[in-house]
């Protein structure tokens, strides 16, 4: 008793936590390989009963109903079968985009994202103070850095991202563009979020940390000069402004014109001068000369 057995073979030793989790999940390769053919697949054209195009991560949204049904871009890729819906106090374990997150998107998220995905909370922003967000609970909830809004309602405001916008900005920061590309095709103006933001995205992308993240979107903002909101209607303003139901081009050319017309009225008028002038000499001359013959 208290002897080993002979022939008896010791307990494996595992080497902790890190080498189960790296056994768990996709390879990068693989969620790489499966994102193009998902894009490929996107793009073909959209045939009744057709399979609906799997994406490799999921993607989840707690809706509020705070927003308008017919322009939530959100409910939208429910419909298209592209994002499922959760409920409150029901957890997702992959990244979720919360105003009351405390830490911000960044580059190291890759894995967190390839691995559990990208949840949204489709709410109002004029009614934060309302939405209950201890009841949507995570792991990982992150913030998003300085972007501009490109969606109907919210066109040129900073940080009013609607909830696809959200999505395609955290793909484009941790590396995942063709997801994001794949998403916003969904929407008429959804290119034109990337084309607003492409430079600070592209900088987001290749911060190392979040402290360098954070040096980026301030030395964005202090580079970009902050136009002046500036009411085209205020007759006491000072400012003349274009005409709102032209573009600035064609009144550019009609001012071009109006100088060229100017031109040559200016033009006519110094050519008539000339000839009153040359004309009024000629007379002159001819009274000198028939004043000389009568004296003589």
């Given amino acids: 008793m208290g002897r080993k057995k002979a022939g008896k073979c010791e307990r494996p030793v595992h080497r902790g936590k890190d080498t189960r989790h790296k056994m768990k999940g996709k390879t990068m390769e693989t969620f790489t390989e499966e994102m193009h053919d998902a894009l490929r697949a996107s793009m073909e054209p959209e045939l009744e009963g057709a399979a ?157 940390s979040e402290e360098d993240l954070l040096a980026v979107e301030k030395d964005y903002l202090s580079s970009t000069p902050q136009e002046e909101e500036l009411d085209p209607f205020d007759v006491d303003s000072g400012r003349t402004c274009m005409n709102l139901n032209r573009p600035l081009r064609e009144e550019e050319d009609e001012d071009e014109d109006d100088d060229d017309d100017d031109d040559e009225e200016d033009s006519e008028e110094a050519e008539t001068s000339e000839k009153e002038a040359a004309a009024t000499t000629s007379c002159k001359e001819s009274e000198d000369t028939i004043s000389a013959e009568n004296v003589g």
């Fill in 52 to 208: 609906v195009v799997k994406l490799p991560c999921p993607l989840a949204m707690w809706d509020l109903g705070h927003c308008d049904p017919k322009r939530c871009t959100g409910r939208k890729l429910v419909r298209k079968g592209l994002v499922h819906g959760l409920r409150l106090n029901q957890r997702f374990n992959g990244l979720i985009l919360s105003p009351a997150g405390s830490r911000y998107v960044t580059p190291a998220d890759r894995e967190i994202v390839a691995q559990a995905g990208v949840a949204v909370i489709d709410c109002s922003w004029a009614r934060l103070e309302d939405t209950p967000f201890s009841k949507m609970v995570g792991a990982h909830p992150r913030l998003l850095p300085y972007l501009v809004a490109a969606n109907p309602v919210n066109y040129g405001k900073p940080h009013r991202l609607s909830c696809v916008e959200a999505f395609a900005a955290t793909f484009c920061i941790v590396g995942f563009q063709d997801l994001a590309v794949l998403l916003l095709r969904k929407f008429k103006w959804g290119m034109g979020f990337l084309e607003l933001n492409r430079i600070v995205l592209e900088r987001y992308a290749a911060s190392l």
